[in-house]
Each structure stands twice: as C-alpha cells, then as structure tokens.
C-alpha cells in the first residue's frame, strides 16, 4: 500500500513521540493508536464532509496544528488529526483527496443555504399555517 501521506501525533516541544500515527492513501485515512494494545481507525475519504485547521499559540511555536474533521462514517463519526507538522499543507492535500474521492464516487451532500431575512420569512410562513 502506497501512502501519500503518513506522520505521527506530535507532543512535547513538536516532536514525534507518541503512539498515534496518521496515514493517507489515495482512497482512505489511518489512524493507528497504541504501544502494545493496538487500535487501527479507517475512514474512506469520500465520507470526509469539512475540515478545519486548529492553531493553539504552543502549536503555532513548534510549527504544528490539529484539523478537526466532520465525517459521515458510523463508526468514526468526526474526529482530529492531533499536532501534525505543516498542518496547513495536509489539510489542503486532504481536502483536494476528498474532492477527488467525492466526484469518482459521484458523492454529493445538500446544503441549505438561507440568509437571515429568508429564516423571518419562513417563521412567518409557519405562523400562518398555524
């Protein structure tokens, strides 16, 4: 299995030891936990539904941070990628891998999409229904 992506949880002062490693492969995330009890998450990209980029100021110091990602898997449901180096650049790597995904999935998701009058306005809607 070819990764194009893989590092691990970062803690004290950016450095690598921890026992939680990540790992991206064109179609799925890994996240490996523990020592000498193992535990393996998988996720398949195309259920990866948003991500965000997480900078506390000790983060930013070491040149680490945490993307939070909200996911339609069952098991996994949202989740974080802890303290990695060059956060910035894995979460625009992921974010085009999970677009890429989407569309050779033919996935699509709905969003609604309303400004503050159009909420007024349905509320009234509602009220003359009543």
Not at 36 to 53: A, C, G, P
Not at 87 to 100: F, G
Request: aromatic share 10%.
């Amino acid at each position: 299995m070819e990764y194009l992506w893989k590092d691990r949880k970062r803690t004290i002062f950016g450095l690598p030891l921890s026992f939680t490693k990540y790992m991206v492969t064109e179609e799925r995330l890994f996240i490996e936990q523990g020592f000498l009890n193992k535990k393996e998450d998988e996720v398949r990209l195309y259920r990866i539904t948003d991500l965000s980029l997480n900078r506390s100021f000790g983060q930013r110091i070491f040149g680490v941070g945490t993307i939070h990602c909200c996911s339609a898997d069952k098991t996994l449901g949202d989740f974080d990628i802890v303290s990695v180096k060059h956060p910035r650049d894995v979460k625009e790597q992921l974010s085009e891998l999970v677009e890429a995904q989407r569309d050779a999935k033919r996935v699509t998701s709905r969003e609604y999409m309303m400004d503050h009058d159009d909420e007024h306005d349905m509320d009234d809607d509602i009220h003359d229904l009543q």
